[in-house]
């Protein structure tokens, strides 16, 4: 199997949001397997291509890349080919004499951010997020909004004809966001409806408290429960940074799915503000 091979199969796992770990030999001393430049390529399935030699050294960096994996953290590791000497390396139980040192790099997709509705906060949210290296879909019922002259950055166009049937559409993962800016109180209800259908990370409306109020006790009525929806549903959107201008508000979305994903604070970081 060729590397040609591994990176194309790093991609389809991308491709449908999924991490993989790469692992790969960067440093070797003396007898061992491969040498330098060997990898293999690890799925959230367990599933792995390419070969690092095989046997019993193969399948321990094939755990340690999974728990890398479950980490979510790069590693550097050393494995030892002989009974004496190890040292701070793990011994493989081959004896070949020499010792490797493999990177383990876990590889996580970009989110997919889906924005519906394709005005001027659509279009600032838009510029924030690729700048961050986000994925962009748009979605929106005129083809004149969601265009690519407006949304040059954008991966996916999509018009939906009443904002429900835009799920049959795009694939959503469960690292993705759904991000409802269009405007209407009915377009966006059935946006959102068709939202919680899908297995998005977080899913975000822009609105007024009153009109939140609204959608929650509809959405109750239809027999959602407020704890399962605490968990990925946010209305109204945003943090407050005293956001006005299209872009300010652009940045208070951006920040909060930041937070989200990355599971941050939103503490400040200064060391004055504890300081009497």
């Given at each position: ?43 959230e399935d367990g599933s792995f291509i390419g070969t690092l030699g ?43 004499g020499g010792e490797v040192e493999v990177f383990m790099d876990v ?170």
């Open positions: 199997m060729s590397y040609l091979d591994i990176y194309k199969a790093l991609i389809e796992e991308h491709k449908n949001g999924r991490s993989v770990v790469l692992a790969t030999i960067v440093k070797k001393t003396g007898s061992a397997p491969r040498d330098v430049g060997a990898r293999i390529l690890v799925r095989g046997g019993s050294f193969e399948m321990m960096v094939w755990r340690d890349a999974l728990g890398a994996l479950r980490e979510g953290k790069p590693t550097l590791k050393k494995y030892v080919f002989r009974r004496e000497g190890v040292g701070e390396g793990v011994e493989t139980g081959l004896i070949c590889l996580k997709p970009m989110p997919k951010i889906v924005l519906i509705g394709a005005g001027h906060l659509a279009q600032a949210v838009s510029r924030i997020a690729v700048f961050l290296g986000y994925k962009i879909a748009i979605v929106d019922v005129n083809p004149e909004f969601a265009s690519k002259e407006r949304f040059p950055d954008a991966e996916e166009l999509i018009i939906s004809k009443d904002l429900e049937d835009w799920v049959e559409k795009i694939h959503i993962t469960s690292k993705d966001v759904v991000l409802i800016v269009y405007g209407g109180v009915e377009e966006d209800y059935k946006a959102l409806r068709a939202s919680l259908r899908t297995n998005a990370k977080y899913i975000g409306l822009l609105g007024s408290k009153r009109k939140c109020a609204e959608f929650l006790k509809r959405l109750k009525e239809e027999g959602y429960r407020v704890g399962d929806l605490k968990e990925r549903l946010y209305m109204p959107v945003g943090i407050d940074i005293g956001a006005d201008t299209p872009e300010e508000i652009a940045v208070a979305i951006m920040a909060e799915i930041v937070k989200v994903l990355k599971g941050g604070t939103m503490k400040h970081l200064s060391i004055l503000i504890h300081q009497e």
